[in-house]
Nanobody, 115 residues
Framework: QVQLVESGGGLVQPGGSLRLSCAAS????????MGWYRQAPGKQRELVAA???????NYTESVKGRFTIFRDNPKNTVYLQMNSLKPDDTAVYYC?????????WGQGTQVTVSS
């Protein structure tokens, strides 16, 4: 059974930092492209950042220079380090694992940026 379990969300003030984690089980983690998506109320889900099996990364323009995605293959975990958070970053953040036609999602973790 495949499971992706996110953690690390919460309430943070503007300018603050959070680190999200996504622990995967039931897949050969190292061959999967891992992604972080987010969905704010009333908006479509969007890709925030992704990291391939070889370590290549890409980011949506609005988070470049503030967010960093990285993975720890022995721990089957992908992380999203979020710095200089803004109210516009408020959303439910989802972890995604993708390989060929296989696509798995986590349940999401809420991130709220507010003073």
């Amino acid at each position: 059974q495949v499971q992706l379990v996110e953690s690390g969300g919460g309430l943070v003030q503007p300018g603050g930092s959070l680190r999200l984690s996504c622990a995967a089980s039931g897949i050969n983690f190292r061959i999967y492209t891992m992604g972080w998506y987010r969905q704010a109320p009333g908006k479509q889900r969007e890709l925030v950042a992704a990291i391939t099996s070889s370590g290549s990364t890409n980011y949506t323009e609005s988070v470049k220079g503030r967010f960093t995605i990285f993975r720890d293959n022995p721990k089957n975990t992908v992380y999203l380090q979020m710095n200089s958070l803004k109210p516009d970053d408020t959303a439910v953040y989802y972890c995604d694992a993708r390989f060929k036609w296989y696509d798995y999602w986590g349940q999401g973790t809420q991130v709220t940026v507010s003073s």
